[in-house]
Each structure stands twice: as structure tokens, then as C-alpha cells.
């Protein structure tokens, strides 16, 4: 059983930057994909940016491209996501998740993690 433990979010301004880690543990993840999603209430889970375990291929939501990026310690079973020139719109609580043997197609697919981080709050002030 794999289990994810996130740093915690903070209350930033616009145009400040932000790190949030993932610590992942309960067994090896060669065949696992990594990602962050971001949830605001009374809106639809929202896909962030994903990595693959093995080889370190990423994807990235247009509305972060270029401001954020994902990344691993495979040694450390950590994944992290910087955040830069946050807006007030990336404003949200942000979940690190899981999933296994995963087709890198579907990598923007929620229902396609079996683990799911505690999640933290995120709030870029204007």
C-alpha cells in the first residue's frame, strides 16, 4: 500500500513561488506515475502536472506550462512541484496522488490515482 504525505502550503502573494513536497512510501515505484492536482471548492478537480517514476517524462496543464515544474528523488521516493509567478487563480488545495502501471495517455485522468495525498492549501493573495 502506498502512502503519500505532503509538505505543507503556505499563503503567498502574486508573483511569489512556492515548493511542495511528496513523500511517497510502501513499496517500490518503477511502474508508477506521479502527479499533482489542485481542487477549488464547488469546482472540478483540476489536473496540475504529472511524471513518470521510470524515466522522468512530465506533463503539464496550459495553465501552469512554464510556471510550474514537477520533479522526483527517486532515491528519496520524493516528488516535488515548484511554483512560480503564482497568480491568485492558483489559488487551491493541491494533492500529490498515485498510480500504478498507469497508460500515459490517461496521466490527466483523476480516477486513474489509487492514492491520494492529504492535500494542502494553497493561497496566492493579490
Known amino acids: 500500500q502506498v502512502q503519500l504525505v505532503e509538505s505543507v502550503g503556505g499563503l503567498v502573494q502574486t508573483g511569489a513561488s512556492l515548493g511542495l513536497s511528496c513523500a511517497a512510501s510502501g513499496r517500490t515505484f518503477s511502474d508508477y506515475t506521479m502527479c499533482w492536482f489542485r481542487q477549488v471548492p464547488g469546482k472540478a478537480r483540476e489536473f496540475v502536472a504529472a511524471?513518470?517514476?521510470?524515466?522522468?517524462?512530465?506533463r503539464y496543464a496550459d495553465s501552469v506550462k512554464g510556471r510550474f515544474t514537477v520533479s522526483k528523488d527517486t532515491a528519496k521516493k520524493m516528488v516535488y512541484i515548484q511554483k512560480n509567478s503564482l497568480k491568485p487563480e492558483d489559488t487551491a488545495v493541491y494533492y500529490c496522488?498515485?498510480?500504478?502501471?498507469?497508460?500515459?495517455?490517461?496521466?490527466?485522468?483523476?480516477?486513474?490515482?489509487?492514492?491520494w495525498g492529504q492535500g494542502n492549501q494553497v493561497t496566492v493573495s493579490s
Open positions: 511524471i513518470r517514476w521510470s524515466g522522468g517524462s512530465t
Open positions: 496522488a498515485a498510480g500504478a502501471r498507469l497508460i500515459w495517455s490517461t496521466y490527466d485522468h483523476g480516477t486513474r490515482y489509487e492514492q
